[in-house]
């Protein structure tokens, strides 16, 4: 059998095969698995490469479907509330969440924001502090950036982003 080399998609024999596992939704209160032999393929041009499958992004241990089922309980609670309800740790949810936020960031142009505004305010009591950033001209949607912290650091990793971002 021949399969796509990853890189330019010419069909090529396989090299090899490595047993793999991902970690799909759960079957009620029990895990459920998914495990393949994934070909690695020999490219003239791009030498021994992976496979990708469709049930999973590149790099993950959890398929596409346990990571929507994820990010939509992120978007209902706390990060640490979900990861005990999907019994992952919260760092590996942290994870998956940074990913998927990154892939959604990434397109912005913010070449046409002039006036931005900014607040501090505290999260929980004590000293735990986030710093907005808003386009004081939008209605709809106005948060930029946002990021744990007050003072210098929160402005200088604004200015990062905002250079990232044609601004």
Request: charge should be positive; proline fraction near 5%; include cysteine.
């Amino acid at each position: 059998a021949k399969y796509p080399c990853p890189v330019c998609g010419q069909a090529c024999s396989a090299h090899d095969f490595q047993e793999k596992t991902w970690w799909h939704l759960n079957f009620f209160q029990h895990h459920c698995y998914i495990h393949a032999s994934v070909p690695r393929v020999k490219c003239q041009e791009h030498g021994v490469k992976r496979v990708e499958v469709p049930w999973a992004r590149k790099g993950s241990a959890f398929t596409l479907l346990f990571e929507q089922a994820a990010l939509a309980l992120v978007w209902e609670m706390s990060v640490n509330a979900a990861a005990r309800i999907i019994e992952i740790t919260d760092k590996r949810l942290w994870r998956i969440v940074e990913h998927y936020v990154g892939k959604a960031v990434s397109p912005f142009n913010l070449s046409d924001i002039k006036p931005v505004g900014l607040d501090e305010a505290a999260s929980k009591r004590g000293h735990n502090y986030a710093t907005v950033f808003i386009d004081t001209e939008k209605r709809q949607e106005p948060v930029v950036f946002a990021t744990p912290g007050k003072g210098k650091q929160p402005l200088k990793q604004f200015s990062a982003f905002l250079e990232a971002h044609e601004g």
